[in-house]
Nanobody
Framework: QLQLVESGGGLVQPGGSLRLSCAAS????????IGWFRQAPGKEREGVSC????????NYADSVKGRFTISRDNAKNTVYLQMSSLKPEDTAVYYC????????????????????WGQGTQVTVSS
């Protein structure tokens, strides 16, 4: 069974850091674009950051540029989202998702129609 499992969420003070992990089971992530998305209460889901299968292309939402870094370790079948300088407005459930994408998608990674989704991990930024 193909499964994505997020971990690393929690409660952190403003200005703090967290690292989220997205681990795959039942399939290898090598050929998949991976995206991190988030949804806050009463808001639509938004793309936070996405990375190509090779790791050579990354996309970031303007709201997280310079604060979040996406990376992948295909040997560990895991994708990470390092979040720093966290703000209360970063509070949300964070989901990872996977899709196989063709060429020409480097600039629109977070706009693709993702096939597989994890169950989400809660991130709360509060003092």
């Amino acid at each position: 069974q193909l499964q994505l499992v997020e971990s690393g969420g929690g409660l952190v003070q403003p200005g703090g850091s967290l690292r989220l992990s997205c681990a795959a089971s039942g399939f290898t992530l090598d050929y998949y674009v991976i995206g991190w998305f988030r949804q806050a209460p009463g808001k639509e889901r938004e793309g936070v950051s996405c990375i190509s299968s090779s790791g050579g292309s990354t996309n970031y939402a303007d709201s997280v540029k310079g604060r979040f870094t996406i990376s992948r370790d295909n040997a560990k079948n895991t994708v990470y989202l390092q979040m720093s300088s966290l703000k209360p407005e970063d509070t949300a459930v964070y989901y990872c998702a996977a899709v196989v994408a063709g060429k020409g998608t480097a600039r629109i990674l977070c706009s693709l129609a993702y096939d597989y989704w994890g169950q989400g991990t809660q991130v709360t930024v509060s003092s």
